[in-house]
């Protein structure tokens, strides 16, 4: 996967954030975070949806059993940065739950059929969703 991610991660920054392989458009951020269990900087692209001046990511590991070691970074050290478009943004990650975790995932699935397959691959697991607030 680190190829793929590399190749989207660089037409992101070439393209100031529109990213035309996979169809993802304008939908990604790049998310900066620091390893848990390394101390290293982490650079992830993921879907995002903007919402009252924050995004929403998605843990959805394409619907693996497992969440994704960039959630428990988010957890770990919640202030991180993201670039979205051509500019870089400090922001905090809050895990959602509740009401309001499921209504942002609501979000997720309207948007992308590929979020109810995700939905129903990752089996019991709840997909966590993250909301990043500018700092």
Known sequence: MTGF???IIEEFRANDGIVTTAGFGDSLVLVHS???VTGEERINPL????QDGGWLIAASAAGAPRHPAWYFNLLGQP?????TGSATVDV???DLAGDERDAAW???TDRSPG???YEVRAGDRVIP???????
Do not use: Q
């Open 92 to 94: 905090r990650a809050t």
């Open 5 to 7: 991610n590399d190749r």
């Open 106 to 108: 609501k979000l997720f």
């Open 47 to 50: 879907m995002a949806i903007e």
């Open 129 to 135: 969703v993250v909301r990043l607030d500018p700092r």
């Open 34 to 36: 620091v390893g848990a």
């Open 115 to 117: 979020f109810r397959e």
């Open 79 to 83: 202030d991180v940065s993201i670039e």
